[in-house]
T-cell receptor, first 114, second 112 residues
Framework: DSGVTQTPKHLITATGQRVTLRCSPR?????VYWYQQSLDQGLQFLIQ???????AKGNILERFSAQQFPDLHSELNLSSLELGDSALYFC?????????????FGEGSRLTVL | DAKTTQPNSMESNEEEPVHLPCNHS???????IHWYRQLPSQGPEYVIH???SNVNNRMASLAIAEDRKSSTLILHRATLRDAAVYYC?????????????FGTGTRLKVLA
């Protein structure tokens, strides 16, 4: 158990819909990262937050947005969903300053868009 | 962004050492080399990281080339539970923050 909690574990929805994925980082970790993993692909970095502020952006689509709240949990919002958005979405957290030390990953949220 | 290159797959016999190579020719002086592995149906987990010197921990060893353009993850005695996708990544320093960029990784198959 990494200490990072992601909900929901599984989500099935239709094209055009909007979903929200939630991540609770390890206690005390200030940095949260979001990654997308499509079938049999590597992990694509989406976005990073540190203590409520956006710190780095990767290949995140304009239809996607994220935020980190004062209690440090984070949400990834995916809208106008397309079939190609079906993937595993991972959240990771790390302690201290951005990027210091290791990343701790949650078990992921599997999104299926029909 | 800097990138890493790894073989798509490797096989090893159980109880034998495994050397997983990684090329990162565009590495910068402040970029750390990290290794993570992803077991089936799980999130990635940290294995080891280093900057310039070789590193050892309870899971593995990391050998870094003198010019830092390549590194090798060494599993000293592979077990069936080590079958996973192993990712070599660079922790990039950019504008006062860090990014971790994952490549496609090496799928390790361990044969009994």
């Amino acid at each position: 158990d990494s200490g990072v909690t992601q909900t929901p574990k599984h989500l099935i929805t239709a094209t055009g819909q909007r979903v929200t994925l939630r991540c609770s980082p390890r206690s005390g970790d200030l940095s949260v990262y979001w990654y997308q993993q499509s079938l049999d692909q590597g992990l694509q970095f989406l976005i990073q937050y540190y203590n409520g502020e956006e710190r780095a952006k990767g290949n995140i689509l304009e239809r996607f947005s994220a935020q980190q709240f004062p209690d440090l949990h984070s949400e990834l919002n995916l809208s106008s969903l397309e079939l190609g958005d079906s993937a595993l979405y991972f959240c990771a957290s790390s302690p201290g300053l951005p990027g210091s030390g290791e990343l701790f990953f949650g078990e992921g949220s599997r999104l299926t868009v029909l | 962004d800097a990138k890493t290159t790894q073989p798509n797959s490797m096989e090893s016999n159980e109880e034998e050492p495994v050397h997983l190579p990684c090329n990162h020719s565009t590495i910068s002086g402040t970029d750390y080399i990290h290794w993570y592995r992803q077991l089936p149906s799980q999130g990635p987990e940290y294995v080891i990281h280093g900057l310039t010197s070789n590193v050892n921990n309870r899971m593995a060893s990391l050998a870094i080339a003198e010019d830092r353009k390549s590194s090798t993850l060494i599993l000293h005695r592979a077990t069936l539970r080590d079958a996973a996708v192993y990712y070599c990544i660079l922790r990039l320093s950019t504008s006062g923050t860090y990014k971790y960029i994952f490549g496609t990784g090496t799928r390790l198959k361990v044969l009994a």
